[in-house]
C-alpha cells in the first residue's frame, strides 16, 4: 500500500484493523471514538491547512494509553510548520484529555508519517523535544524499518523460549 502510494486513506484502514503490525507493542489497540468533539475542536485550531485535511487519521488506545497517528499524503514532506501544527494540535488534545480526568487516559503518544522529513536549520532541536513528548516525525521507510526491527526481535525472544517449538525454528 505504501510502495504503491495509495491514499492515506487505504493506509489508515488498514493499520486501523491491523495496528499491531506496525509493532508488537500495539497488539491490543482499537480505534477510539469517545474524543470526536475534543479531537474536532483542537483541529479548528490547529489543523485549518489541507496536508492535515483536518483532524488526525487515525486514534487508537489501549488501557490508559492514547495513541494519534497522522499520515501525510504521499509525496509531501514534513517541513517544521508540519511539525508546529502537529503538535499545537497534540497540545490541544492533551490539555482536554487532561481536564476530562474521567477518560482514564495517563500517556499520549503521537506519529507523524510521511514519505520523507526535510531537514531545514533548527529541525533537530524540534524533533528532540517532539520526542521528550512521546511525540515522533518519521518517514514511511523509517516506521517500516522499525516495525520489522520490533517483530524480528519479538519472534527470537520467543524462539528462546521454546526453541523446539517448529512454528518458530526457522525464524
Partial sequence: ???????????????????WLISPQWETFAVEKRLTSICDGASKKALSDES?????DLILSSGKQLLLLEFMRPSLKIDRDHLNRFNEYLD???ENIEASTALGFDH????????????????????KSMKDKDRYAMSWNDLIAQAKHQWKEFLEHIKLRAPDDTRVKNV
Wanted: proline share 4%.
Fill in 92 to 94: 490541544i488534545i492533551q
Fill in 1 to 19: 500500500r505504501i510502495k504503491d502510494k495509495q491514499l492515506e486513506n487505504a493506509v489508515r484502514d488498514y493499520i486501523a484493523k491491523n495496528p
Fill in 108 to 127: 499520549i503518544t503521537g506519529y507523524l508519517v510521511a514519505d520523507e522529513l526535510l531537514k531545514p536549520a533548527g529541525m533537530a532541536q524540534a524533533l
Fill in 52 to 56: 492535515f485535511a483536518g483532524r488526525v
